[in-house]
């Protein structure tokens, strides 16, 4: 049994990696300071299922409040952290901006050097396909320069694994990067298109698809997210005998730090989630086809060659089944 710090426990991926942790046996001890940037109700109703639970221990706490993190580690002790909290959303990051800085950076360093004082085994840390930015190579590759993000929430993930790598190499930190590519699945997140999209035709009011539907993405379902992320969490990384400054690979180090890409490995068209949700729905949208918006990348698309090779694990849930799976509890929890 192994003790893990979850942030962002109340959040989408946050709840179910703690059910999964808890179902194995582990502890969790959660954190999370229950936002409001989504309906605090739908975080409050996860935190609730997991409070039922004798492994789980709750604080309410944000990232930013440096005295309260530096006091649940050093009276806790985590083996593994798993860093979940974060300010997230492209869009939001465009009027937004301070949000992220206070979370994602601030926030961020608080975690590490919460871990480096109290002998955290690994850290294990979101990162996301945002990262990517303006690179046009598919698919996208944790070995591929990520210099030329499009968004300042990009921008704070890749300061995420720059500040992370900072720590693996002064204090020997052992630190894992996860870039995740679209989850989507039961509890989503509702600023995320298949929840908008899902109220939106339910109500019988219109929706806007983005650069006119020609939008890719690797949409990931959640289950598969989590079980990479478990599998990442047992799987410390090791300094890499072979990297050479010489030739700089930006996946691996000298030091103990990896990065990984956790997608679905297979692009799915926007049209194509859509028609699907309609089919589960058993409704027609009405879409108001728009130009793409700031920050938005056209496509994503993971190669998760080093994952499989790491850690034997693909994700691979197909997005009929990961759509039908979401309106399902979608219906249930709203009760429509």
Not at 90 to 111: C, E, K, M, Q, W
Request: charged share 20%.
């Amino acid at each position: 049994m192994k003790k893990y710090l979850v942030t962002g426990a109340a959040g989408f991926i946050g709840f179910h990696l703690s059910q999964k942790l808890m179902d194995r046996g582990d502890q969790v001890i959660g954190i999370d300071n229950l936002n409001d940037y989504y309906e605090v109700a739908l975080k409050e109703a996860r935190l609730a299922q997991l409070q039922e639970r004798d492994s789980f221990s709750f604080h309410k706490l944000d990232l930013s409040d440096r005295d309260g993190i530096n006091a649940l580690f050093a009276a806790q002790k985590p083996d593994v952290v798993v860093n979940l909290a974060a300010q997230a959303g492209v869009r939001y990051s465009l009027t937004n901006p301070h949000a992220y800085v206070d979370s994602n950076l601030v926030g961020f360093v608080n975690i590490l050097e919460a871990c480096r004082h109290n002998e955290t085994k690994h850290l294990v840390y979101a990162s996301s396909s945002s990262v990517y930015g303006s690179n046009k190579t598919m698919p996208f590759s944790i070995h591929h320069s990520v210099d030329h993000p499009v968004s300042l929430y990009a921008a704070s993930k890749k300061a995420n694994e720059l500040m992370a790598h900072t720590y693996s190499h002064l204090y020997g930190l052992p630190t894992t990067g996860l870039r995740f590519f679209t989850v989507y699945g039961p509890w989503g997140r509702p600023d995320m298109a298949l929840f908008l999209f899902t109220k939106a035709i339910l109500e019988g009011r219109p929706i806007d698809v983005f650069n006119y539907g020609k939008m890719q993405r690797d949409f990931t379902y959640v289950d598969d997210i989590v079980e990479g992320v478990i599998r990442v969490s047992d799987n410390t990384p090791q300094p890499n005998p072979e990297w050479s400054g010489d030739e700089a690979d930006p996946g691996s180090s000298s030091a103990p730090y990896k990065l990984y890409n956790i997608g679905n490995n297979q692009p799915v068209e926007l049209m194509h989630m859509i028609e699907t949700l309609e089919k589960c729905l058993g409704k027609t949208a009405e879409k108001n086809l728009m130009p793409i918006q700031p920050g938005d990348v056209p496509a994503t698309y993971a190669d998760v060659d080093d994952l499989v090779r790491d850690v034997g694990f693909s994700p691979a849930t197909p997005i009929e089944t990961g759509i039908a799976n979401f309106v399902d509890w979608y219906r249930e929890f709203y009760k429509v």
